[in-house]
Each structure stands twice: as C-alpha cells, then as structure tokens.
C-alpha cells in the first residue's frame, strides 16, 4: 500500500495536471472565439491608398461571444482583383452586449469612405461620432475626430478635433436658436498619430 505522503504526493500531482488542462482549454476557447467573426454587419468599397482600385472594409460580429465583439478590417484590391488584408482592429468597435448577456444600447457602427478617408461613424451611449482616418506613412492613421451629444433637454455638444493642424473645439447650440457659443478653443499636438490597429476610442477625453 501506498504510504500517505506518497499518496499525498499523486493528488498534488493529479490535481496541477488538472489546472494545466483547465487553462490551455480555456485558452483553446478564447481563441475560436477571437476567430469566429462571421457574421457580416457592415461592407464598404473606395480607393484608400490612391492607386485607383476599390478596397474593401468590412465589419463583423462574433455571434458566439457572449458580448458579440465586433472586427473591423480593411483589404487593398491588387492588380489581380484579389483583396490583401492590410489592417484590422477589434478595439476600436464596442461590443453589442455586456458581460452580463445585457444589451449595451450601442447602435451598429457604419463605415464611409470619402475621398480616400475612412470614416468610422459610432453611437456609444448617446454620443455619436465620427472618427476619420487616412491612409499615411505606411498605417492608417487618425486624422480627424467629431463628436455630438444631446443633453435630452434643448443643448447639444459639438468636439471637433483636427489632428493634423492640432486645433481642438467644444461648441455648445439650444435646439431652435443660430447662437453657438465656444466653451473651449484650444491647440493640441499629437505625435504620433493613433494607428488604428493600435486605437482605442474613448480612452482619453479628447477623442
């Protein structure tokens, strides 16, 4: 028969062998579900890089997360017609649901592409905004930044952030009236400019 320490010794064993299983499938787990976005929400063609043909970007959603996390990715059009991937995020888009299974009350993200800019156009708890970004120095970069919110009563709240010149705005209008009035005016440098694969909105209270 087995002595108590020894049998004490195979438990310990068995059991950090359990633990190892427990967290490399826990690990599997999180990574299907980092590579399940298959589900299409969003898609939009145009020229980004300024060689002629139409990329793609598209946004998709994670249906087996708990918390549906959206991908954004974007894919330059080569000669061939075939698409190469370029750049993808899946912190720059808020995710539909909380942890608990509760809906977030995020609107569904939609994407614009204007004159070789990518606007990114998102409604987070009743702030709507427009992040922009241009495709320079080799990343996508963010060039511009808007934001407007309604107090529910008769205000609303303009950001306008233009990161290439640094000029920073917040304007303030009654709902009717023509008046604007400036409640801050300001110059703020950014160098570097966010990448977007790096970027995460809301992180600070500029943009």
Request: aromatic content about 10%.
């Given at each position: 028969m087995m002595n108590s320490r020894r049998i004490s010794l195979v438990l310990k064993q068995i059991f950090i062998v359990n633990l190892l299983l427990i967290s490399l499938i826990a690990k599997a787990q999180n990574q299907t579900s980092t590579n399940n976005f298959t589900v299409?929400?969003?898609?939009?063609?145009?020229?980004?890089?300024?060689?002629?043909?139409?990329?793609?970007?598209?946004?998709?959603?994670d249906?087996?997360?708990?918390?549906?996390?959206?991908?954004?990715?974007i894919f330059f059009q080569q000669k061939d017609s075939k698409y190469q991937l370029v750049a993808s995020s899946t912190k720059l888009l808020a995710p539909?649901?909380?942890?608990?299974g509760k809906y977030a009350g995020n609107a569904l993200p939609d994407v614009?592409?204007?004159?070789?800019?990518?606007?990114?156009?998102?409604?987070?708890?009743?702030?709507?905004?427009r992040?922009?970004?241009?495709?320079?120095?080799?990343?996508?970069?963010?060039?511009?930044?808007?934001?407007?919110?309604?107090?529910?009563?008769?205000?609303?709240?303009?950001t306008k952030y233009d990161l290439l010149t640094g000029n920073y705005m917040v304007e303030s209008q009654q709902l009717g009236?023509?008046?604007?009035?400036?409640?801050e005016k300001k110059k703020i440098i950014v160098?570097?400019?966010?990448?977007?694969?790096?970027?995460?909105?809301?992180?600070?209270?500029?943009?």
């Open positions: 299409p929400v969003r898609e939009e063609n145009g020229d980004l890089n300024g060689d002629g043909l139409a990329d793609k970007v598209s946004i998709t959603m249906t087996a997360n708990i918390i549906r996390p959206l991908k954004l990715e539909q649901y909380h942890k608990d614009e592409i204007d004159n070789g800019i990518l606007k990114i156009l998102t409604e987070r708890n009743g702030n709507h905004s992040h922009q970004f241009k495709f320079r120095n080799g990343n996508f970069e963010l060039i511009h930044y808007f934001n407007v919110i309604w107090d529910g009563k008769n205000t609303t709240t303009e009236s023509d008046e604007v009035t400036v409640l160098k570097p400019l966010p990448k977007l694969q790096d970027f995460v909105p809301f992180e600070n209270q500029l943009y």
